[in-house]
């Protein structure tokens, strides 16, 4: 009967031995944001130091209790909507309750989701700052990119800014002086010098002067992927900026940012001309030698006008603050 009672204790003693070994650790904890208000429906996450895991939600108090199943170290992690997670730690003794050192979150720092915009709608951003360019607030300035790291234009850009130019006001008043002009010296006389002869000047000079720009601005830069912009370069001595602007006269950028001859410049003048000319009574006007003098105009025309957009129309041109930026 004794050797009953002793094997008896025995297996009640091995059999309670799992139990203690496998008796858990309670883990509680707050979680409040930086205010010390309570933060609800956070995620926690413990991990005992068996590699055991558990999840749970912190309630509307901001608290939050676990059972894990090993002692010794347990780290806790805390997650948020619009927090930065935040990680704790502590010591787990079996059989005793483990109390997490309130847990602050941190409001995220704002991190800026930049959509990266296409070279598309950069260009259409510079363009639109280019069109309010004037100078003196008046004449239009268009073809002038203040912007040293400006995108290059797409085919439909560059039509949509020639159509721009085209129709600005300033060019049917500029039509309307040389129409004048012309009736002045009745040029041609077969116009003769009435109020018809005038409206035949008048739309003689608009349309030539639609045709140049979709011509040399639209149509030849698309054709030879070229910029038909001046590029302004604002820095350097007078003497590398005055070589500058009158190498602009016979080179161009292309849209890949090369410079090549400025095949878009001198042919778009030039068939810009002829197709002006088109717009009068036919002549007998040698084709030929009035291509070739055309051409030397345009360098020649370009070159000033370059010349006075790096030093002086630059001063005097309104445009878009980012744009003038530094200069």
Known sequence: ???????????????????????????????????????????????????GVRQTTTGVDGSFAAEMKAAGRVTVT??????????????????????????????????????????????????????KQRVLGVLPNFYVAYDPHAVALSPRLKY??????????????????RAGIDQTHDTPSEWGQDAAGYGQRYGAAMGGTVAEVLLERAVLPSIFHQDPRFFYKATGT??????????????????????????????????????????????????????AESAGIIVGALAVRNVLQEFVFSHVTTRHRRNAAGN
């Open 1 to 51: 009967m004794r050797d009953f009672c002793l094997w008896l204790m025995a297996l009640l003693l091995l059999a309670a031995m799992p139990v203690c070994a496998q008796q858990g650790v309670a883990v509680r904890g707050t979680v409040h944001d930086a205010t010390g208000a309570a933060v609800a429906g956070a995620t926690v996450v413990l991990k005992d130091a068996a590699g």
């Open 78 to 131: 805390v997650e948020a909507a619009g927090f930065e997670p935040a990680t704790e730690s502590a010591e787990a003794v079996a059989g005793r309750a483990v109390e997490i050192p309130a847990m602050t979150l941190r409001v995220a720092t704002a991190r800026e989701q930049v959509n990266a915009a296409t070279e598309e709608q950069l260009a259409g951003q510079q363009v639109k700052a280019e069109e």
């Open 160 to 177: 949509k800014m020639a159509v721009r130019s085209a129709v600005d006001p300033m060019r049917f008043v500029m039509a309307g002086v």
């Open 238 to 291: 007078k003497m590398e900026r005055l070589g500058y602007a009158l190498r602009c006269s016979v080179t161009q950028k292309s849209d890949k940012g090369q410079w090549q001859p400025a095949y878009s410049n001198l042919i778009g003048g030039v068939s810009g001309g002829l197709a002006t000319a088109a717009f009068y009574p036919a002549g007998d006007t040698d084709w030929g030698p009035y291509a």
